[in-house]
């Protein structure tokens, strides 16, 4: 063993061949080294060798970590004190999967609107979350969202200031009424702009009432049917209206084009056409009316098949079928087929070209015939003919001054009819008028007028008296 004590100084090298080396009476021990003590004590040390895990680290600062475990495995603690958003602390694994697993339990689910001021639900007397008097306040679950329709200060609390449109998302289940409920439950998503306000209705389409203010319009869907008026339409398009008012209005200005549905309180429902065209029904005289209110010459109604007018009504009221100008109340340009009968009025009738030429008649007087712009024959309700006269006494009753033209023919022409007692003819070939009595044709009178009193009488005269005869 070498010994060095006090101020003995060793120049140039120092080997030692021994077991121990004695430092101020220590030998220090397995795997210990020699330390320099520095400063102007130039002495040494035995110290223990650096470990090669971290034993240990600490502080006194409550936002760091703390360090421990040996040199082969060492282990790490988070100071978990304080753990939060609005701090600086570090987490563990576990607190971050745990936040993790809590933010992604079940689907974000559409619960509702509400008012951030109150926290009531809208629709109804639950709330979200009730200050003051935790009362009222429904279950939460995880993922449950609702959506601002009042703008206001979740659960009161002016930093987290809400605005229509904005939505909370529950990240930790609260219970029923006393609610349990907190602000920290939610994740809360404010809007970057300005403050919006107002509320909605459900299935109502939303209205800009100011240009900060949501609020309702008229109109409604429910599924694929579009409501006006009403919050459950019942077809694609659904208006309910109410009082005297159109209901529909189609329009354009130039040209003017217009489609609209009317009703009143006098009970007329009415489609309008353009301005003047109408399809009117009255409630009250149960009619249906086609009208075209136009004052015009040329106004009309038409109607029309295959692309093509078959009959109109013109600006008179003359019917026309067949043909686009009507001069009558009807003018038909074609034939008519009836299977009953064609009625008229007393003394109305047909006209043949005009008034001159008339068929017409009267349940007292019979048929009457026209010419030249007056009566010249009538068939009476007895069946008597008059010619010339407007009151016959007999079945053929002529009043004239001229002749009547009977049928004229050969006696061969005689067999081309079957003869009967009471015919008349004129007998061409003896040139005389002859008649049919019992059987036989017998000459009246011929050429020379009529048969005296010298001349032989034939069968046809025995029935005349004796004044027939000069």
């Known amino acids: 063993m070498v010994t060095i004590s ?44 650096p470990a090669t895990g971290v034993l240990t680290v600490a502080t006194g600062d409550a936002n760091t970590i703390t360090i421990g475990g040996t040199s082969s495995n060492p282990t790490v603690a988070a100071n978990t004190g304080a753990v ?70 979740f659960f009161g609390n002016s930093s987290t200031a809400l605005n229509v449109g904005d939505e909370v998302i529950a990240v930790t289940q609260s219970t029923i009424s006393p609610s349990n409920s907190q602000e920290s439950y939610y994740n809360a998503v404010p809007s970057a702009g300005g403050g919006i306000t107002g509320g909605g209705t459900t299935n109502k389409v939303p209205l800009w009432t100011g240009t900060t203010v949501l609020g309702d ?14 919050t459950s339409p019942s077809a694609p398009l659904h208006v309910v209206t109410s009082g005297a008012t159109n209901a529909l209005k189609l329009f354009q200005s130039n040209p ?28 009250n005289g149960q009619e249906l009316r086609l009208s075209n209110t136009a004052t015009g010459a040329s106004s009309h109604i038409a109607f029309s098949t295959a692309n093509s007018e078959r009959m109109r009504i013109d600006s008179s009221g003359n019917v026309g079928i067949g043909t686009t ?25 047909i006209n043949f070209g005009n008034s001159n030429a008339k068929i017409y008649g009267s349940s007292a007087d019979g048929i009457k015939f026209n010419g030249g712009g007056s009566e010249k024959m009538r068939l009476t309700q007895t069946g008597d003919l008059g010619i010339g006269t407007t009151s016959p006494s007999v079945s053929l009753d002529v009043n004239a001054t001229d002749a009547i033209q009977v049928p004229a023919g050969t006696t061969v022409q005689r067999g081309s009819f079957t003869a009967a007692n009471g015919m008349l003819r004129y007998s061409t070939t003896d040139n ?15 050429g ?21 005869f000069t």
């Open 84 to 153: 939060s958003s609005s701090s600086n602390n570090l987490a563990t694994g576990t607190q971050i999967q745990a936040a993790i697993d809590s933010a992604l339990a079940g689907a974000v689910t559409f619960k509702g609107t509400f008012n951030a001021s109150t926290g009531q639900i809208t629709g109804g007397s639950d709330y979200l979350y009730n200050p003051g008097a935790n009362s009222n306040t429904i279950a939460v679950s995880v993922g449950d969202m609702y959506v601002v329709s009042v703008a206001g200060n």
């Open 217 to 230: 319009s008229a109109i409604a869907q429910s599924s694929n049917n579009i409501g006006i008026g009403t």
């Open 6 to 49: 006090g101020a003995t100084k060793v120049t140039g090298d120092l080997e030692l061949d021994a077991d121990l080396l004695d430092i101020n009476g220590n030998t220090g021990s397995d795997g210990q080294l020699l330390k320099s003590l520095g400063g102007g004590n130039l002495g040494v040390e035995w110290i223990n060798a």
């Open 448 to 468: 020379g007028g009529l048969p005296t009193k010298n001349s032989k009488p034939n069968n046809s005269c025995k029935r005349y008296n004796r004044n027939y």
């Open 325 to 349: 100008g009507p001069s009558q109340k009807l003018t038909v340009a074609g034939n008519i087929s009836t299977s009953g009968a064609v009625l008229f009025n007393d003394n109305q009738g």
């Open 256 to 283: 003017y084009q217009q489609f609209e549905f009317q009703y009143d309180n006098t009970d007329h429902s009415t489609i309008m056409f353009g301005y003047f065209g109408q399809l009117q029904y009255d409630g």
């Open 432 to 446: 005389q008028f002859e008649g049919y009595v019992d059987g036989a044709w017998g000459a009246i009178a011929g």
